[in-house]
């Protein structure tokens, strides 16, 4: 009994420590998400590189897949070009080595040279991989508009 009013006491002692920890790393996630947004916006493609996992897989608002090295060579080329990502939400929630990133914003690019603009909401899984956090999902849903109620 006294062993297990102590591994309690431990237990709870810890779970403070733990709570500043998943708020320092709910920072740093949200805080790759704002240094990807800068460079795609620049067209630098480099932190891509640098962050998107081997088996990163990517779906758009209009549905398609794609991975790691298409989601690249789109930027590289033109294919691809963002001119605003302004976040008017977000959110990260950690489990263990996994950080969900929620978020809402408005998105200013062209595609194949045809502007678009959208209101969408992203769901992003980042995972720790070998020491470095890996972004291994993006996906992204188009915001509709409120219903009137009639």
């Known amino acids: 009994m006294c062993c297990l009013i102590f591994t309690l006491s431990l237990g709870s002692a810890a779970w403070p420590q733990q709570e500043k920890s998943d708020i320092g790393i709910e920072k740093a996630v949200a805080g790759l998400e704002q240094q990807i947004?800068?460079?795609v916006i620049k067209g630098d493609t480099s932190i891509l590189e640098q962050y998107l996992a081997e088996d990163f897989v990517g779906i758009g608002p209009n549905g398609i897949k794609d991975d790691k090295s298409h989601t690249i060579q789109e930027l590289k080329d033109?294919?691809?070009?963002?001119?605003?990502i302004d976040v008017t939400e977000e959110n990260v929630r950690m489990y263990e080595n996994t950080g969900i990133y929620n978020g809402r914003g408005n998105v200013k690019m062209t595609i194949n040279g045809q502007p678009l603009t959208a209101d969408v909401r992203v769901t992003i899984?980042?995972?720790?991989q070998n020491g470095q956090w890996k972004r291994v999902s993006f996906q992204a849903t188009p915001v509709q508009p409120a219903s009137t109620g009639s």
């Open 78 to 84: 033109g294919t691809v070009k963002y001119s605003a």
């Open 125 to 128: 899984v980042w995972v720790k």
């Open 37 to 39: 947004r800068r460079a």
